[in-house]
């Protein structure tokens, strides 16, 4: 929201849109505007909320379309509370906006997380380890989850159900016992340990430190199991990249249903993709 807040803009050309569809990212670029702070002061002393009310007047807009996940979502449904015409897009790798079947953005993030869980394999194999593999989400575990399961996987953490270390240990023992010489363990970021669980958001914090969930964990069990425990870490290239073509065809259908909207005038909506149907919803 940077761009309404301070009032910087250009109009778009066709040029703009060449081959847009193979890009990932945004040509917007992106900055992070957390819905806690919207209604406090930037840096430099600017209401948030009555900057972007004055410049969407000023710039002459007929609609605001936001593109983002669960933060974007609710400013932009304060914003259609405060009279500007608003329609937005759901849009984030999490998969974890309300009232949609899929995100556009998952299922790309989602092919490469599942390959690498994939490939880890052969190294893994070969040298008999214990691989953890750390997938993006601080809050949800959709894309963990289906990538450990495409990805095939022997344990799967998400943050929507705190894990006991040695019910992990043990299905890593389970596999030496059936003769598997290696483990995969798929691991969301935000995932915690039942005991972590009980600790408040500061606690948790302030025992982590800059130590991510994978290094712990990977300390624990090779205590426990006493074997070579890696740590792979794909990060921010699950959000990079060419979309896949499911994105592709996701973004183009829901973007033209926002369009359909804004020509019908229909306002304060979310385009959505709900039972596999595209439809709007307020």
Request: include cysteine.
């Amino acid at each position: 929201y940077e761009g309404v807040i301070n009032g910087n803009c250009r109009s778009l050309t066709k040029d703009d849109f060449e081959n847009i569809l193979a890009l990932g990212g945004t040509i917007l670029g992106s900055s992070r505007m957390p819905f806690k702070h919207i209604t406090e002061p930037d840096e430099n002393g600017v209401e948030k909320i009555p900057a972007m009310i004055k410049n969407y007047k000023k710039m002459g807009l007929d609609c605001l379309v936001v593109l983002g996940g669960n933060g974007s979502q609710k400013t932009a449904n304060l914003l259609s509370e405060k009279g500007l015409n608003i329609v937005s897009l759901p849009k984030t790798i999490d998969n974890d906006v309300a009232e949609t079947d899929f995100t556009f953005g998952y299922a790309s993030a989602l092919e490469v997380a599942a390959e690498t869980i994939e490939n880890i394999k052969t190294t893994a194999a070969s040298h008999s380890r214990i691989f953890i593999v750390e997938i993006m989400g601080h809050k949800t575990g959709h894309l963990t989850l289906n990538a450990g399961i495409a990805g095939g996987a022997d344990v799967i953490l998400i943050p929507e159900m705190p894990y006991d270390i040695m019910s992990v240990a043990e299905k890593i023992k389970r596999n030496e016992f059936s003769g598997k010489r290696y483990s995969i363990i798929a691991v969301a970021e935000g995932a915690k340990t039942k005991q972590d669980a009980l600790l408040s958001k500061k606690e948790y914090k302030a025992k982590m430190g800059s130590l991510s969930i994978s290094f712990q964990m990977a300390s624990q069990l090779r205590m426990i199991c006493g074997k070579d425990v890696r740590v792979s870490i794909p990060g921010h290239v699950q959000r990079g990249g060419a979309p896949c073509p499911q994105d592709r065809i996701l973004a183009s259908r829901l973007g033209a249903a926002a369009a359909e909207c804004i020509l019908q005038e229909k306002f304060g909506v979310m385009v959505v993709l709900k039972n596999y149907t595209l439809c709007s919803i307020a």
